[in-house]
């Protein structure tokens, strides 16, 4: 059963931070498709005020902004994977919002929620970390801004205060001539959350590594870059031999993190695969 629910739905962003302002276990609705089955957790007898944001259009966007390009959060899956900007600019991420879930889902589902979810396993957020995208919270009494990577603390949970709505997410452009790679490996091929995902750019010029990036999901306890898998690749030539030391290095980080589990024998060789193919996709080679 549900929990008693008192539901509103603004036309405006003030609208809705007031709203927000003046109520206790409020929960905010952008697509719907992790709320509704997180409040089935919750017993009969707890009240929460859903403030539900889709009729707030001014957070419904995709734009350039020159140097970068600024989603809005109530961006759908759909929309995030058919966009020519997001196609042109940025790949991976619209690859990324094509795999999750359902045709349903992504028509539901939002680049806003898929990040305050805070899942380990979210398609999407692994691409915004290696893109080092900022989100934008905005709240009665002002705005900041953080990474997407320091926004998520720990699976499920986030920095996003009692009061704050997340308004923009801002992507810098990849340099001129960056490739790009994302790869899920799931139980199947569709309507699978991710076992682990990897997202990576690298730029090559002169036949040397001038920028790399790295992140990986469900991996860690939270979505974060490999830094040092990024240094070990810069200023090398790209190669499957060096691929494959780099995703060795991303097994051995994985361990340092987590410790030994009951599956690391099964992940340590699998994320090392799934690395070093996605960065042999970004440089054009051969993936064996």
Known sequence: MLPQIEYFRPRSLDEALMLLA??????ILAGGTDLLVELRKHNPDEFFTIIDITAIDSLRFIRDAGDKVLLGPLVTHKELSESELIRREFPFLSLSASTVGSPQIRARGTIGGNICNASPAADTVPVLVALDAIVTLESATGKRECLVEEFIT??????????EILTKIYIGKLPPGAKSSFIKLGRRNAL???????????????????????????????????????????GKEPSVELFRKAGELVAEEMVKVTGVRWSTPYKKPVIAALVRRALCECAGLEVK
């Open 22 to 27: 003046g109520c206790q276990n409020s929960k």
């Open 154 to 163: 720990k699976p499920y949970r986030t920095l996003i205060s009692p009061g």
């Open 192 to 234: 699978a959350i991710s076992r682990m995902n990897v997202a990576s750019v690298l730029l090559v010029e002169d036949g040397l590594i001038k920028f790399a990036r790295l992140a990986c999901g469900s991996v860690f306890p939270v979505t974060q870059r490999v830094n040092v898998v990024e240094e070990f690749l810069l």
